[in-house]
């Protein structure tokens, strides 16, 4: 009873406190994240950031989440993770089977997303449901991540394409020379 009220009391403190410059309270937004989300490690949320379900979110150590990123669902962000500005990961869709149903009517379908350690997320990127980063991966500015991305893979573009892998430098050399 006593963890509900400190987490409604921490939710409103951070929509409060959405808007204000990032300097003057990080600490009481990083302190009201941690009772609000389902986990939160030694990271950085700064002003803007919006996240719908808080209590679906896990978020690791080491992490940084710039501003006006958007997080709605069931999502897990390993550690050593950067968001750049203007992020989103939508962990939900509409359901629309049913052709004589508006889909408004259908409900919405839970499609977690994970993200590994070490990850760099690009700003204006888009990350939706059912989709897994790996570890060490880099996800291009403005990219729409629509399937997972495997460990050390650069991606880019839209859809997001892997370009290479980190780990074989030979591709990455190949790709500087072109």
Request: with cysteine.
């Amino acid at each position: 009873m006593l963890r509900k009220i400190r987490r409604e009391a921490c939710c409103i403190i951070i929509l409060l406190i959405k808007y204000i410059s990032f300097a003057s309270t990080m600490k009481l937004r990083n302190f009201c994240y941690r009772y609000a989300l389902k986990s939160m490690g030694d990271s950085n949320i700064t002003d803007g950031v919006t996240i719908v379900h808080p209590g679906k979110v896990s978020i690791g150590n080491r992490v940084s989440i710039h501003p006006y990123t958007y997080i709605r669902g069931e999502i897990t962000i390993g550690n050593y993770v950067a968001i750049a500005t203007r992020c989103s990961f939508i962990a939900e869709s509409h359901n629309f089977a049913e052709v004589t149903t508006p889909i408004k009517l259908q409900g919405i379908e839970d499609q977690p997303i994970s993200i590994g350690n070490d990850v760099w997320i690009g700003a204006h990127s888009i990350i939706l449901g059912n989709v897994t980063i790996g570890d060490g991966a880099i996800i291009g500015a403005g990219s729409v991540v629509t399937k997972s991305i495997a460990s050390y893979s650069v991606a880019m573009g839209v859809p997001a394409r892997v370009v290479y892998n980190r780990k074989n430098s030979r591709d990455l050399h190949e790709k500087n020379k072109q």
